[in-house]
């Protein structure tokens, strides 16, 4: 059985022009935190990012921010990141991914621009690659997923997703039953011995 102690969040750096993704943002924090659960993240203190980290904060929760050097003046301020309890700070893109997927136990995607779906896409092939079981969601507020979610199942039909079982992602209208979701997942994942290890070296 995973034991959960951390979960990732995948989300817009922009607040987006429907006021639920900020919202959405903050309540997941919210329930994050409750849950005594810490949120990695990508660093920014704005936009949908901000709003998440922001909730779990504000909730006595803890945040790890990992974002890249070049990244720091266009997603936060630096003030701002004082207030996480830890910041790390990388060389390149490359590394922010691993070090999140390293530090997470599990993966959820709000909405957001390109960033942010390939970062999610990544985790989903990892996942049919067999180099991990962790739990993914799809946020999907206000449908905002629903085009993707289509495009996967056209891959799907049309043959392109082998190993399909290995690539399941939740999707979760309700931001408040995102956490509850991904605790039950996982109790029923067991992880492949040196997963960790495997991973590190793609």
């Not at 750096?13 to 005594?36: F, N």
Request: aromatic letters at 6%.
């Amino acid at each position: 059985m995973v034991s959960i102690q951390s979960i990732c969040v995948y989300c817009g750096s922009q607040p987006g022009r429907d006021p639920a993704y900020i919202a959405a943002g903050h309540a997941l924090g919210k329930s994050i935190a409750a849950h005594g659960l810490r949120l990695v993240y990508g660093g920014g203190t704005k936009g949908i990012m901000g709003a998440v980290a922001a909730g779990v904060l504000a909730n006595g929760g803890q945040v790890t921010g990992i974002i890249p050097e070049f990244l720091v003046d266009m997603e936060a301020t630096r003030h701002s990141l004082g207030q996480l309890d830890e910041l790390i700070v990388t060389e390149d893109m490359h590394a922010r991914k691993h070090a999140m997927f390293e530090r997470s136990d599990a993966f959820v995607t709000l909405p957001g621009g390109i960033g942010t779906l390939e970062e999610i896409v990544e985790i989903m092939t990892w996942a049919q690659l067999g180099r991990h079981e962790k739990p993914m969601v799809f946020a999907n507020i206000g449908g905002f997923w629903n085009p993707m979610l289509d495009l996967v199942d056209h891959m799907r039909e049309q043959g392109f997703i082998h190993r399909a079982h290995l690539v399941q992602p939740l999707v979760i209208d309700d931001v408040e039953d995102i956490v509850p979701a991904i605790l039950d997942r996982a109790s029923d994942v067991t992880l492949t011995p040196g997963e960790e290890a495997v991973i590190s070296r793609l």
